[in-house]
């Protein structure tokens, strides 16, 4: 049978349990709070290849631990606030707009069949690089497992090192420490309650007096053992300007005052049941987890401003998860020469054309030469990228498109040389497919397009035997190489040449006329593009075509002019250009 003595010890014992454990469960339960505190983090987009698969991989991975902020929001913030580079200043002042606690920047390498992530973490309060940078690697087109292990262990955990509240949002890193403060006071206060209490069960029984003085110096010793964390805990409450709130655990205990017995003496009651040893400090015992939530419980409402705070977290998750499609996450990249789905331009063309023979010095009958003048055209022209206008505009099938140009003069006539004049139609009409190949991955990447179009040209003059010249009409095939190349945010350079291989000339190859030519044609054009905003345009253009004709001295007019047929060169060759420009207002997307 367990006389009084042994119980009064048993119980001082187990009532010093109950309070270092309530003790360690509480401060735990704060650190555990502390350290499980999301951060707000943006990730500016990536560069290289690739760059927006890998781009929403890691935003996927961070969303698991941290609010992620849409990547358009930050870029509208930084273009409204004119601080659009990745400075510590410009970062800075982004981040203390939107409070954002770390800014993430990437860069994608590719070497044979892997990927290199290159990544950069920057502090939301200083816009600062927080340590090097953090490079992994990856097979495919995926954060493989061990690349994530290594995101892990090195961004995840040094973002949730950061201060929270960095970009001037608030200070809950500092509540988080308030808060904790009044409840560890009042377990302290609690302990020493307790260990109080516990003390005259030993003086129920006077039957042996040595055994209560033993009893007494292990109390005593226990108490000792307390008070320094005693001490430490209210030290450190002692920094509170604001006195504690009432812990929720007094109204639960005050409710319960219907109860036989009080929530603390039932624990100390259980706690003298069981006659095992003190369990190591910071291992979780039944009796520390109604301490620990009771300690949760007791800590006091957050200010409105920062409930208000905390409502808009999920916001911030739901904005980032309605982000950009692939390709379209910067704006003026995605508009760019080497990104855009659709550029199309319409306006005033102006053409002049001349046409040239050569002949014997000494023919009488020369062929009259055509000089026009510069006359006003409506032309429009369009290159469209169909499968850049949905995914990743970075792959090779989003840089082939197909394109369509329209030019036709408005009114022109034309004159011989006794003033007759003659109604005249000048158009051209084409089509064809580009292949586009930019070097980088920023919109200040020069571009280079292939292109191979088919197009029909005509000139044609309404009476050619009273006006002396004759009428063409070309057909051709037109290889060509171009080059776009950006000078600034708002001008566009471009350079374009053709090789044109005709087929059909039209009326001056009938017998009638010249007859048959060895034909071949160069087009080169020079263009600037000056942009009012991303997707509006102005294009000015010169462009020049030469058409150069050999005759095969089989027509009429090439072997007859001076009555003798017999004489096959009369005129030789003809050389028929075009040389104008035009001024146009144009749209990409």
């Given at each position: 049978?367990t006389?009084?003595?042994?119980k ?12 270092l454990?309530?003790i360690?469960a ?5 650190g ?5 505190k999301?951060?707000?983090?943006v990730?500016l ?9 890998f781009?929403?991989?890691?935003v ?6 941290h609010?992620?902020?849409s990547?358009?929001k930050w870029n509208?913030?930084a273009e409204?606030?004119?601080?659009a580079?990745?400075s510590?200043?410009?970062l ?8 954002v606690?770390?800014i993430v920047?990437?860069k994608?390498?590719k070497?044979n069949d892997?990927?290199?992530?290159r990544l ?6 200083t816009g ?16 493989d ?6 995101i892990?262990?090195e ?14 949002g ?11 403060k009044?409840a560890r006071r009042?377990l302290?206060k ?5 260990t ?6 030993a ?5 042996d007096r040595p055994?209560r003085?033993s009893?007494a110096?292990?109390s005593e ?5 307390e008070?320094?964390?005693?001490k ?15 812990p ?6 005050a ?5 036989e017995?009080?929530p603390?003496k039932?624990?100390?009651?259980k ?14 015992t039944?009796?520390?987890e109604?301490?620990?939530r009771?300690a949760?419980d007791a800590?006091?409402?957050k200010?409105a401003?920062?409930r208000?705070a905390?409502?808009?977290e999920?916001?911030v998750?739901?904005?980032?998860e309605?982000?950009p ?6 704006p ?7 990104q855009?789905a ?7 063309s ?7 023979f050569?002949?014997?010095a000494d023919l009488?009958m020369?062929p009259a ?5 510069p006359?006003?055209?409506?032309m429009l022209?369009a290159?469209?990228?169909?499968l850049?206008l949905?995914?990743d ?11 369509v140009?329209?030019?036709?003069v408005?009114?022109i ?8 004049v003659f109604?005249?139609t000048?158009?051209?009409l084409?089509f064809?497919v580009?292949?586009?190949h930019a070097?980088?991955s920023?919109a200040a990447?020069?571009?280079?397009l ?5 197009s029909?040209q ?10 002396g ?10 290889p060509?190489l171009?080059?776009?190349?950006p000078?600034?945010?708002?001008l566009?350079?471009g350079?374009d040449a053709k ?22 044609g160069?087009e080169?054009?020079f ?18 075509e ?10 009429a007019?090439?072997?007859a002019?001076?009555?003798?047929a017999?004489t096959?060169?009369?005129v030789?060759?003809a050389?028929?250009?075009y ?9 990409a997307?």
């Amino acid at each position: 049978m367990t006389n009084s003595r042994s119980k009064a010890t048993r119980s001082r014992r187990s009532a010093a349990v109950v309070v270092l454990a309530a003790i360690l469960a509480v401060c735990g339960a704060g650190g555990l709070a502390h350290a499980s505190k999301k951060r707000t983090v943006v990730v500016l987009d990536f560069e290289g290849p690739k760059r927006d698969r890998f781009h929403a991989e890691l935003v996927k991975l961070l969303r698991k631990t941290h609010a992620v902020m849409s990547t358009d929001k930050w870029n509208g913030t930084a273009e409204e606030l004119d601080a659009a580079t990745v400075s510590d200043d410009d970062l800075r002042k982004v981040a203390r707009r939107l409070q954002v606690d770390a800014i993430v920047e990437g860069k994608i390498e590719k070497r044979n069949d892997e990927f290199i992530i290159r990544l950069k973490l920057h502090d939301g309060h200083t816009g600062k690089l927080v340590g090097g940078s953090i490079d992994t690697k990856t097979q495919g087109l995926r954060i493989d497992s061990k690349a994530e292990r290594d995101i892990k262990d090195e961004l995840v955990e040094a973002i949730a090192g950061l201060e929270p509240g960095a970009a001037g949002g608030g200070d809950d890193a500092a509540d988080d420490s308030e808060r904790g403060k009044p409840a560890r006071r009042k377990l302290a206060k609690r302990g020493a309650k307790k260990t109080e209490d516990a003390a005259p069960v030993a003086s129920a029984d006077d039957e042996d007096r040595p055994a209560r003085k033993s009893a007494a110096k292990k109390s005593e010793k226990a108490d000792e053992d307390e008070a320094p964390v005693a001490k430490k805990l209210a030290a450190k409450s002692s920094d509170d300007d604001e006195p504690p709130r009432k812990p929720v655990a007094k109204k639960l205990a005050a409710k319960a005052g219907d109860d036989e017995e009080p929530p603390r003496k039932k624990l100390v009651a259980k706690a003298s049941e069981d006659d095992e040893p003190p369990r190591k400090p910071g291992a979780k015992t039944p009796d520390a987890e109604p301490a620990a939530r009771s300690a949760e419980d007791a800590e006091p409402r957050k200010p409105a401003s920062k409930r208000l705070a905390a409502a808009t977290e999920p916001e911030v998750e739901r904005t980032a998860e309605r982000e950009p499609p692939r390709g379209l996450a910067d704006p003026a990249l995605a508009v760019s020469p080497g990104q855009r789905a659709l550029d199309v331009v319409a306006g005033l063309s102006l053409t002049a054309r001349r046409l040239a023979f050569t002949s014997r010095a000494d023919l009488a009958m020369k062929p009259a030469d055509y000089k026009g003048t510069p006359v006003a055209g409506a032309m429009l022209e369009a290159t469209l990228y169909p499968l850049a206008l949905t995914g990743d505009r970075t792959g090779l099938l989003s840089n082939i498109g197909v394109n369509v140009a329209v030019d036709r003069v408005l009114k022109i006539e034309s004159k011989n040389a006794a003033g007759m004049v003659f109604a005249t139609t000048e158009s051209r009409l084409g089509f064809g497919v580009a292949l586009r190949h930019a070097f980088g991955s920023t919109a200040a990447a020069p571009v280079v397009l292939g292109t191979f179009n088919y197009s029909s040209q005509e000139f044609s003059i309404a009476n050619t035997a009273a006006a002396g010249v004759p009428s063409v009409k070309y057909a051709m095939f037109e290889p060509g190489l171009g080059l776009r190349l950006p000078v600034t945010a708002s001008l566009v350079l471009g350079l374009d040449a053709k090789v044109m291989l005709i087929t059909d000339t039209g009326d001056i190859e009938q017998p009638t006329q010249y007859g048959t030519a060895d034909i071949l044609g160069f087009e080169g054009a020079f263009a600037v593009d000056y942009l009012f905003t991303r997707s509006v345009f102005a294009r000015a253009a010169f462009r020049y075509e030469t058409i150069g004709h050999t005759f095969r001295g089989n027509g009429a007019q090439a072997n007859a002019r001076d009555g003798d047929a017999t004489t096959t060169d009369d005129v030789t060759a003809a050389r028929d250009s075009y040389i104008g420009g035009f001024v146009t207002l144009g749209y990409a997307y």
